[in-house]
Each structure stands twice: as structure tokens, then as C-alpha cells.
């Protein structure tokens, strides 16, 4: 069974920096394209970024590009979103998701298993 558990989130200043991590087990890490999502209350669910299975490309929303980083460790079963400049419209929940196929549309629906979700707050 995929279990994802994401932490790092927090409250910080604008122009600040948080690294947000997801921490996965229950299949093969290494064989799954990840991604992150966030979520603010009365808005519609974003693909913020997505990583394939060897890290080789990445994705990124065009609110986030320039400011996010998204990165993955296989050994530890890890992955990371640095988040650098942020802004108050940033605030949300941030998610991580695994997709056993192509994930780097950042579409909802190719992903086959989602975390709880860690509040970030920019004020």
C-alpha cells in the first residue's frame, strides 16, 4: 500500500523560503513520476510540479517556475519542493502524489496515490 506523508510546511514571511518534504513506502519509489499540488480554500486544485521516475525532467507550473524547485532522492524514498520567494499567494495546502505512469502533465487524475497535505501559510 503507497503511503505518502509530507512535512516542512509552516508559516513564513513573504520573500521567505520553505523546503517541503514527502516521505514515501509501500512500492517501488524509483519507478513512480511524483509530483506536488496545493490546494487554498475556495480555489481549484494545482499541479504546482511533477518529477519523472529518474529525475531526468521536471515540470512546473507557470506561477511557480523560476521560484520552485522540485527534486527527488530514490535511496531515501524522498522527494523535496524548495520554495524561494514566496509570496502570500502562495498560501495553501501543498500535496505529494505518485503516478505509476507519466505524471508531467501535473493532471489530477494520472495520479494513483496522494499524502495528507501540510499547510503553508505566506504572510
Known amino acids: 500500500q503507497v503511503q505518502l506523508v509530507e512535512s516542512g510546511g509552516g508559516l513564513v514571511q513573504p520573500g521567505g523560503s520553505l523546503r517541503l518534504s514527502c516521505a514515501a513506502s509501500g512500492y517501488t519509489f524509483g519507478t513512480y513520476c511524483m509530483g506536488w499540488f496545493r490546494q487554498a480554500p475556495g480555489k481549484e486544485r494545482e499541479g504546482v510540479a511533477a518529477?519523472?521516475?529518474?529525475?531526468?525532467?521536471?515540470t512546473y507550473a507557470d506561477s511557480v517556475k523560476g521560484r520552485f524547485t522540485i527534486s527527488r532522492d530514490d535511496i531515501n524514498h524522498k522527494m523535496y519542493l524548495q520554495m524561494d520567494s514566496l509570496k502570500p499567494e502562495d498560501t495553501a495546502k501543498y500535496y505529494c502524489?505518485?503516478?505509476?505512469?507519466?505524471?508531467?502533465?501535473?493532471?489530477?487524475?494520472?495520479?494513483?496515490?496522494w499524502g495528507q497535505g501540510t499547510q503553508v501559510t505566506v504572510s
Open positions: 502524489a505518485a503516478a505509476h505512469g507519466n505524471c508531467l502533465s501535473r493532471v489530477g487524475r494520472v495520479f494513483d496515490a
Open positions: 518529477i519523472i521516475d529518474n529525475g531526468g525532467k521536471s
